[in-house]
């Protein structure tokens, strides 16, 4: 079956960078929508970079200018450059893919058919 496995997370440093991969398994991730959303306890989860064969990456405005999503074909991962961390970046980050509904957008999770189990990324002050 498909699998999502996400990796990288961890604590740092407000100002910090630290950089996330998912591996996809029984998926080509270069096919369809992938893409890396986040949450936080009572929050819903929200989208900060994703990538399709057909469009320019999404990224939105809280982010833009310091996430960077890029797609490595070969290895069929998909990684997150954050740089300039701040605490209010502090989440469970996820992987997801494959446009099951594409009716949503590209950064509305509703769009996802298969999500990964997270990784924590916290940023201190």
């Known amino acids: 079956q498909v699998q999502l496995v996400e990796s990288g997370g961890g604590s740092v440093q407000a100002g910090g960078s630290l950089r996330l991969s998912c591996r996809f398994l029984?998926?080509?991730?270069?096919?369809?929508?992938i893409g890396w959303f986040r949450q936080t306890p009572g929050k819903e989860r929200e989208g900060v970079a994703t990538?399709?064969?057909?469009?320019?990456?999404f990224y939105p405005t809280s982010v833009k200018g310091r996430f960077t999503i890029s797609l490595d074909t070969v290895k069929n991962t998909l990684d997150l450059q954050m740089n300039s961390l701040q605490p209010d970046d502090t989440a469970m980050y996820f992987c997801?893919?494959?446009?099951?509904?594409?009716?949503?957008?590209?950064?509305?999770?509703?769009?996802?058919?298969?999500w990964g189990q997270g990784t924590q990324v916290t940023v201190s002050s």
């Open positions: 997801a893919a494959d446009c099951g509904k594409p009716q949503f957008g590209p950064l509305n999770p509703q769009r996802y058919t298969y």
């Open positions: 990538y399709s064969r057909y469009d320019d990456p």
């Open positions: 029984n998926y080509i991730a270069s096919t369809s929508c």
